[in-house]
Each structure stands twice: as C-alpha cells, then as structure tokens.
C-alpha cells in the first residue's frame, strides 16, 4: 500500500500504480533533466548557488571593499564589472550580493514552510478545533498589510535582512497552510488513509507517511515561486532604502544603481539581471517540476516520441487496414460481440508496459448472458471498458481485436478502441449497467429528466413519447410507485431502486448488448436477488446479449448461460456454466468455486452438526 500511495503523491495517473516510490522519483528526476526549460533553470540556479557559496574565494575584493581613488569606473581587468560611487568592485558586491540574497530568500521559504505545513497536515487530518484555530490565524495573518508591517518590523529591529525575511516568511506561511489543508483534505477520506487507520498505524505515521507525500510536490513547486517572491519583496525594501547599507545585496545594489543612473547606467543593470534571471529560473524550475510530476502525458508524449519512426509505419499499417476493416473473420459475423485475443496495457514511467489483459478471446451471442468472473485486479472491467471504449486515455491495445455485430470496433492492429465507431453504439446498440448506482446518477437532475433526455435524443421520439415510456420502463423494472420516483432526485431513493433506474436507463434505448459490472455488488442482499431476478426476465423478454462482470460464482450460477473464468488478466477457463460448475477443469476455477458462499460449512459451528455436509451438498446441487 505504502508503495502505490507514494506513488500516487508523485504521479497522479493511475497508470503508474504498481510500481515503487523511488522508480517514480527517478524517473521524475530524469524527466526533469529531459526538459529544456528545467536544464536552464537548474544550470542558472547552480551558478548561482556556486556564486554565493564560494563568493570569498571568487571575489577580488571585500564587499566593502572602497578605493575612493576609482569611483564610478569602467569596467577594466582589476574591476571587471567596474566600481561604483564609493569606489567597491561590482562583481564582488554582486557575488557577496548572491550569497545574502539566495540564503535570506531560503530562510523565508524556510520560515513559511516550517509554521504553514505541520499546520496545514494537522489541520487538513484532523480538522475540528485546530482547523478552526488555524483558520482564524491564518485569516488575520492574511488581512494583515504585508509591507506596514514589515517597515514597523525594520522601525522596531533595524534593517536586518534575516529579521525581514523571518518576518516574510511568516505573513506568506498561509499560503502553505492553504495548499497543504486542502491536498490533505481531499484524501484523508480515501480507502488506503482508512485502511492505514485500521491496520493500527498511528496517526503522526499516516500523516508523515501517507498523507505528505500528497503535500510533497506542489510544495516543491510553491517553494520555488515562494523564493522569487522573497528575493524580490527584499530587494522591493532594499530598494526603498530600507536595507543595511553596510551589507552587500542586490536590493541594495539596484538602490545604489538607481541613484547613479544616469552616470553610470550598468551599476543598476548588474543587480536587476541577477535577480531577473534568479526569479526567472526559479519560476522556470516549478514550472519544470509540474510538467515532470505530470506523469500521464508525459508518459503518453515519452513514448510517443521513443516509438515516433515506429509509429509512422504502424499508423500507414493502419490506415491501409482500416480500409479493409469492414470484414470481420469469415464465419464470426453472427456473434454479437467477439473478443479475439485481447490484450490492453498501461504505459509506465519507466517505459514498460502494465498488462491488464493477455491473450483473451471469447464471443457472445444474442439472447445469450456471459458471465466474466474472476478475484478483484482480474481485469474483468478492463475486458468490459475495452468493448464499451471506456478505458482512460493512458490505456493501449497491445493486442487482438474486438468486433460487434459484424464491425470490428477494433480492428487488428490499432491500439486505441476506435470512439467513432464505439460512440454510435454506446447508449443506443450498446447499453451499461454500472456497479455504483448512485454515484452513476447525477445529483442535480430528476430521475426522470435522466431517462427521457437519452430517449429523445437516441431514439427521436417527442418528450412526452420518452415520459409515457419512461413511467412504463420504471414499472418494468419493479419500481411501484413509477410517477413518485420519475419526480424524485437521486438522493431521494434508494440504493437497490437507483440500480432499477440505471436498468431501466440501460434498456431504454432497445439495446442489442447490455455489459453489467458488478450490478449488485453495491446493494443489500435482499434487493441483490431482486435485480439479478430482474437482469434475468429482461434480457429474456427482450432477446438481448448480456455480459456480465462478478466477482461472484454464485450470480455467475444464478444467471449466466457461458463464463469466462478470468485471472491476472488471463482467460483461464470458458464454457457453459453447468459444465464449469460441475466439472472445473483449472485449479483456479475449483478454488473460485470452493470460495462460493454457498456449498460451504459455517466456520465456527458451536454445536457440530452431522446434517452440515448434507445441506451443503444440497446447496451446491440447488445453484447447479
Ligand atoms: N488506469 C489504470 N492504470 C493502470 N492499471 C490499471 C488501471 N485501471 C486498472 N488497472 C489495473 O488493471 C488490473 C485489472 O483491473 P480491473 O479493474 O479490470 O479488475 P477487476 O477484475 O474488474 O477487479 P474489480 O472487481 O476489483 O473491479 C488491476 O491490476 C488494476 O490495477
């Protein structure tokens, strides 16, 4: 679990899940190097850190340094930027200059950092009492006028540039508490924050391991916007003449500069150039650092140009087949669907390829339930989302080929599931039945509104043609009171009478094919019978084609006429269902059969019952 969270904080695709945390950062890094715009910022911001670090040994001269006898000179070999009005080398000003404007720029980031996120972690997981605390801090800090207070703060402590940058640092730490509270809030509701709750992790490991690693990078990129604005608000001061005139910075430079302007116009142009390209390249750095962490398209735009030659021949392969696409294997038009070796997989940041499905072939035919089944990560609904073209955009077809009615919907050789070709057909030749009834019906619009608005757009019928339909579609599906419910918003019924909905939906347009995923796994058992009863009389009042995904043998048992046995992506056994369940040919069947509710002893039995193994067989004999 650490794994994919750490993941996940780094890159947001799903594509990436699977791998460790440090082949991610790796690869972020090398992405980074990848990007023009990341080498010049880095190369910039390195000479400058050299600069400021080894300035003693760079500079010629002491900061302060004055020959009274050179002022305002030209640049020569002794003075290679020149002197300015009290006779100091501009070049050793500017090179002690870098040394106390990056670290004072740091020490505000620091500052920032150090008070904005502990907070923000905190207030984010535990909300409550010290959210609203840190709200009201955060709010006065934020109402507070930045620039008045730092000038009282020059007024009261001198014109110390470590004292204003602490100060800075903290009027800017809200904007860390902010985007550290809000990323924290968005997951500390996730599964794997509550399955590290319930594996007893204690709440400073969840929020140090799992929840900042969500914070860590666009912490990264605000640091780095964080440090030109303090290096630019310092010098705004230094500028202002609110500096420390004995101390080297380029505020101070630039305030010198301006007033020689017209004399000796470069002893302004060497400060403002050093902080121009600084800010420049610290902007330019977060900026890299987005586009690395952006690891779905880089990834996609990665392989892109790694297979660029390779693509160009396979797209002319595939525009020359897909003139000849129209013809599906001789013999095979008549199924409703087939799947001929399927394979999908997900590019990886390390440039390999996660596959989801291998080698899968299978057909369905009109009137025909074929029941996929198989553990959870199966690929089940890959298989499903690869005949409905619902797979995310990261996801490829590695292999094989998918035909409905006749037409391939992907042919051999393409790698995408063709939307043209899939958009004509879904909703209207090829219907879903989705696993979250809820969260498939949109909050904002009635129930009714959501059946007849596809109606009249598929099927072309007038509004009221779709409402008369609709009420008797909702009476179809076992909904008694059909007007209340077509009134009602999503949020008014139930769980197991949103699912007769989302049915009622599915078979509203005259489908040919109904792909159901898990249609029952989100419903009380009680209404679970009712809708597998419900799936059952349709597809056989109706004639249709119904594939449907489970991770269960019972509903496999219950309704389906074929399975496919699937696992790690990988058909493992297909045929009819009273074959498969009577004879199991694979180990993985027998284990998937064994793990059947039903046919099963209860486990801790307290009175041994020597009946069990007789209603057992019972059961079994009752589902087969
Ligand atoms: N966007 C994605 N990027 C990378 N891998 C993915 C993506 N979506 C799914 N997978 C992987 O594909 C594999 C198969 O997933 P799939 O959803 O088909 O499983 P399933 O058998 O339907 O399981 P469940 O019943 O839990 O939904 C899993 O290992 C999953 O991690």
Known sequence: MTESVETSALTPSPGTSGQTGTVVRSTVLKRLFKNPMGVVAIVILLAMAVMAIFADVLAPFDENFANIAKTLAAPDEVNILGTDSSGRDVWSRLLFGAQLTLTSALLCAAVAIAIGLPAGLVAGYYAGRFEAVSNWVVSILMSLPGLIVLLTIRAAFGPSVWI???????????????????????????????????SGLSDMRIIT?????????????????????????????????????????????????????????????????????????????????????????????????????ENAAAASATKAARKTIAAVEAGTEHHLVKVTNLGVGYPQADGSIKKVVDDVSFHVDRGEI??????????????????????????????????????????????????????????????????????????????????????????????????????????????????????????????????????????????????????????????????????????????????LVTHNFGVVADLCDRVVVMQNGRLVEEGPVRDILREPKETYTQTLLASMLEGKEPMSMLVPSTSSATASSTAKENVL
């Not at 902010?178 to 809030?185: E, G, I, K, M, P």
């Not at 249609?519 to 119904?546: H, N, Y």
Request: proline share 5%.
């Open 370 to 547: 074929l029941g996929i089944v198989g553990e959870s990560g199966s690929g089940k609904s890959q298989t499903a989302f690869s005949i409905l073209g619902l797979l995310p955009d990261t996801a490829r077809i590695e292999a094989g080929a998918i035909q409905f009615d006749g037409n391939y919907t992907v042919a051999p050789g393409e790698d995408k599931v063709n939307q043209d070709r899939l958009s004509k057909l879904r909703g209207k030749r090829i219907s879903y039945i989705p696993q979250e009834p809820m969260s498939n019906l949109d909050p904002a619009f009635t129930i009714g509104y959501q059946l007849v608005t596809p109606m009249v757009r598929v099927l072309g019928i007038s509004k009221a043609e779709a409402t008369t339909r609709a009420m008797k579609l909702l009476s179809d599906v076992g909904i008694v009171n059909p007007e209340r419910t077509f009134k009602a918003y999503p949020h008014e019924v139930s769980g197991g009478m949103a699912q007769r909905v989302l049915i009622a939906g599915a078979i509203s347009c005259e489908p040919d094919l109904i792909i159901a995923d898990e249609p029952t796994t989100a419903l009380d058992v009680t209404v679970q019978a009712d809708v597998l009863d419900l799936i059952r009389d349709l597809q056989r009042r109706l004639g249709v084609g119904v594939i």
């Open 164 to 198: 204003a940058m602490i100060a800075f640092g903290v009027l800017i730490s809200p904007s860390y508490f902010r985007l550290t509270r809000s990323a924290v809030q968005s997951v500390r509701n996730e599964l794997y924050v509550d399955a590290a709750r319930v």
């Open 209 to 309: 391991r799992h929840i900042f690693s969500v914070v860590r990078a666009p912490i990264i990129i605000q640091t780095a916007a964080i440090a030109g604005v303090a290096i630019a608000i310092q010098s705004g001061l230094e500028f202002l003449g609110l500096g420390d005139p004995a101390k080297a910075t380029w505020g101070v430079m630039l305030s010198e500069g301006f007033k020689n302007v017209y004399l000796t116009p470069t002893l302004l142009f060497w400060p403002a150039f050093a902080m121009a390209l600084t800010i420049g390249a610290l902007v330019l750095l977060g900026n890299a650092i987005r586009d690395a962490l952006e690891d779905g398209e880089k990834i996609k735009h990665g392989r892109q140009k790694a297979h660029q030659a």
